[in-house]
């Protein structure tokens, strides 16, 4: 996926704290570990597809990456 490692992990932790949820929390409706999504707010990684857009999604972003994300 071409989206910078930055921009997901700024995208994340924004939306993750606007929507007052802990990375335990979040991770859990993702369906991976605190660990690992605590990596990928450090830029310590970048997602699949998949979860990129189940990230957004689950974080009311999705619109900007539609074309990304069509089902």
Known sequence: MDI???????????GRMEMHL???A???KLGISAAYLG???RHKGGPS???FCKT???LNISRPF???CKR
Do not use: G, R, Y
């Open 4 to 14: 910078p490692k930055t921009l997901f992990a700024t995208l994340v932790k924004q």
């Open 39 to 41: 990596d990928l707010e």
């Open 66 to 68: 539609q074309v990304l």
């Open 22 to 24: 802990t990375q335990e």
């Open 49 to 51: 597809l998949e979860l």
């Open 56 to 58: 957004m999604q689950t």
């Open 26 to 28: 979040l991770a859990e």
